[in-house]
């Protein structure tokens, strides 16, 4: 029974990293926005998932927009800083991550969040989407967004999606099978993880794990097997069992000694029974408590052979069981029928370059965010095998940048809404690079400009001019996002915003590099905000070596507390990457930045000579 009716400019429906960032941005461009979430924690992957160590847009130059802006919150608020994995270079406590999102909400009087709301029913107009309900009220608003997990907006508006595989027939990509067959019957999306927060308790002992049913440790054999011999942790025997354990555990490590436990290597992704995510609610459900199952039994199989130092953590989200995210981690979802369907080869290196097309299927620059990560595909027990899209960059593997076009974002047929999560009109294959959380937030921001745009002109999501959301999103006052991605571009340059107008007018000149004619940063190494940093790292000296594919090793010589320890070096700024490209083999250099213990590394933002 529906007790209430609100009226909105623009609704979003879903409080995930998308539906956050749609519903932010929508009001603070000035639209009367409502966000009806289902949990207590806004920010999905990122937050209530349980996915604080995220991937991708690591990189300087695409550390923009409210992705930018939330690593900045972060730097500020999460006390030891964000060094503590070696998968990501940025790990950070959900409870911290949920705050910025909820301070960010709560400081716009024109955006009304209700939490713990799911949507019954979609209103329609002919082809055009006017509200939703939920279990007691309903919200009409001039356009609607769906920000849900799995994107449950298009099924109950009978908006046409697609869910499962794509043939090589469909779109020519390279990855796609030829024909359907008993693995694409069994993944017909990608598996997803009910992660689990682990805690060293160091020499108490943790309560013990208890086992959940369906427990089978042999599921869990070998989780960890092949990350000894490479291992380089100083303080533990590279090899001994301790040693792979730790540096399993530090794949996800978290401030305070805890664990995000997201492992894909015989660990907790689960994968029985996919299709039960989108058949009803009750088998969703049933899937749900499944997945949490599986992840309780791989923390009890951890326990088991890591000894009882290690435990589930405590306090960590809001609810009775605190160790378990919220909700699963889910990294595909139904996917949008758009103008324009993002495919495996829109993701993929030009041929001889180092970046993708930023063009899409019309030919016309339609991009309103990057991303850059692999293609990343999870299938428990099984080797997918997919065309490359790594590059060695900053002494280290990352991923070609690539673009989404807002065209990916609107129905093929239907008006008044728009899509802003993992559910853009992406094929299974390309969906791998394009789920990552940082994508999604950049995804989110431009649904919710567009959507304040499609208000304050009074037109539908398709008739949106490209070039002024484009426009607005380069020029946004709070948090400017990059739509076009130059490795040599980061936002704090004063030519920032000539070089992204630049290329967006002329698409053609567009580099295969992924580098500009803009001056290096060199040139200016005494900037404020190189001295900044400066001021905010540790300083270094020692022996730089130049290994093979843009490896760089550093042997410490002070200070003597570091001596005789031997790094990998990494840097997420060009003109730190062009410098140790070109820094002569055995020399003497002075280093200033952060390491990371788990990964072994120094994170250089500063170099000097010998």
Same mark, same amino acid.
């Given at each position: 029974m529906v007790n209430q009716t609100y009226t909105a400019d623009v609704l979003v429906v879903g409080g995930g990293t998308g539906g956050t960032a749609a519903a932010i941005q929508a009001a603070r461009r000035g639209a009367k926005t409502i966000l009806v979430s289902e949990f207590s924690w806004l920010g999905g992957m990122l937050t209530s998932a349980g996915v604080s160590v995220p991937d991708g847009n690591e990189l300087e130059a695409f550390q923009t927009g409210l992705w930018g802006a939330f690593l900045q919150e972060l730097r500020q608020r999460q006390p030891g800083g964000l060094d503590n994995s070696w998968v990501s270079f940025f790990s950070y406590e959900p409870r911290i991550g949920a705050e910025i999102f909820a301070n960010w909400v709560q400081e716009l009087p024109n955006l009304h969040w209700i939490s713990g709301q799911v949507p019954i029913e979609v209103f329609r107009q002919g082809d055009s989407i006017t509200g939703v309900r939920f279990a007691d009220f309903a919200v009409t608003a001039k356009i609607i967004l769906d920000g849900t997990e799995l994107g449950d907006l298009l099924a109950l508006a009978n908006i046409p999606y697609r869910w499962g595989w794509e043939l090589q027939s469909e779109w020519e990509e390279p990855s796609a099978p030829v024909t359907f067959n008993s693995f694409t019957k069994k993944y017909p999306v990608q598996a997803p993880t009910h992660v689990v927060i682990m805690q060293d308790f160091g020499d108490v002992m943790s309560p013990e794990v208890p086992v959940a049913p369906n427990y089978n440790p042999s599921h869990f054999t070998s989780a960890w097997d092949g990350y000894g011999a490479e291992t380089v942790l100083q303080t533990l025997t590279p090899g001994d069992s301790d040693a792979r354990g730790l540096r399993f555990l530090n794949y996800g490590r978290l401030p305070g000694g805890q664990f995000m436990i997201n492992w894909p290597i015989c660990g907790n992704d689960y994968d029985r029974g996919l299709e039960r995510l989108i058949e009803s609610d009750v088998s969703r459900d049933e899937f749900i408590q499944?997945? /949490?199952?599986?992840?309780?039994?791989?923390? =009890?199989?951890? $326990?088991?052979?890591?000894? !009882? !130092? *290690?435990?589930?953590?405590?306090?960590?989200?809001?609810?009775?069981?605190t160790a378990f995210a919220l =909700?699963? *981690?889910? !990294?595909?979802? !139904? /996917?949008?029928?758009?103008? @324009? @369907?993002? /495919? +495996?080869?829109d993701i993929l290196p030009i041929a001889g370059g180092r970046v993708a097309s930023i063009f899409n299927d019309a030919r016309f620059c339609e991009t309103i965010t990057v991303g850059n990560y692999a293609n990343d595909h999870h299938y428990p027990g099984v080797q997918f095998s997919l065309q490359p899209k790594s590059i060695r960059w900053g002494g280290r593997w990352t991923g070609t940048p690539f673009t989404i076009p807002y065209s990916s974002l609107i129905p093929a047929t239907t008006d008044g809404f728009l899509v802003c999560e993992k559910n853009i009109s992406v094929s299974h294959i390309a969906n791998g690079a394009t789920r990552l959380q940082p994508v999604v937030m950049g995804i989110g921001q431009a649904a919710g400009m567009a959507a304040a745009m499609c208000v304050e002109l009074n037109c539908q999501p398709r008739d949106l001019p490209v070039r002024s959301l484009q426009t607005a999103l380069l020029e946004d006052n709070r948090s400017k996002t990059a739509i076009i991605p130059l490795f040599n571009l980061p936002p704090n340059r004063s030519?920032?915003? =000539?070089? $992204?107008? *630049?290329?967006?007018?002329?698409? $053609?000149? *567009?580099?295969?590099?992924?580098? &500009?004619? &803009?001056?290096?940063?060199?040139?200016?190494?005494?900037?404020?905000?190189?001295q900044a940093l400066i001021r +905010?790292?540790? &300083?270094?000296?020692?022996?730089?070596? =130049?290994?093979? /594919?843009?490896?760089?090793?550093?042997?410490?010589?002070?200070?003597?507390?570091?001596?005789?320890?031997?790094?990998?070096l990494v840097t997420l700024r060009s003109h730190i990457d062009e410098q140790l490209r070109a820094y002569p083999h055995k020399q003497l250099v002075t280093l200033w930045g952060h390491y990371n213990h788990s990964g072994n590394w120094l994170l250089v933002e500063h170099l000097d000579g010998g």
């Open positions: 499944e997945s /949490r199952w599986h992840s309780q039994n791989f923390a =009890h199989f951890i $326990q088991n052979q890591l000894g !009882r !130092r *290690y435990g589930l953590a405590e306090k960590v989200f809001p609810h009775a069981s =909700h699963p *981690y889910y !990294r595909e979802s !139904r /996917r949008l029928v758009g103008l @324009t @369907t993002v /495919r +495996e080869q030519d920032w915003l =000539h070089w $992204q107008l *630049y290329y967006l007018n002329n698409p $053609q000149a *567009y580099p295969d590099s992924g580098y &500009c004619p &803009c001056p290096s940063e060199n040139e200016y190494p005494d900037s404020v905000f190189d +905010e790292t540790n &300083c270094f000296k020692g022996i730089f070596s =130049h290994l093979d /594919r843009e490896e760089y090793r550093f042997a410490v010589t002070a200070p003597a507390a570091c001596q005789g320890q031997n790094w990998q």
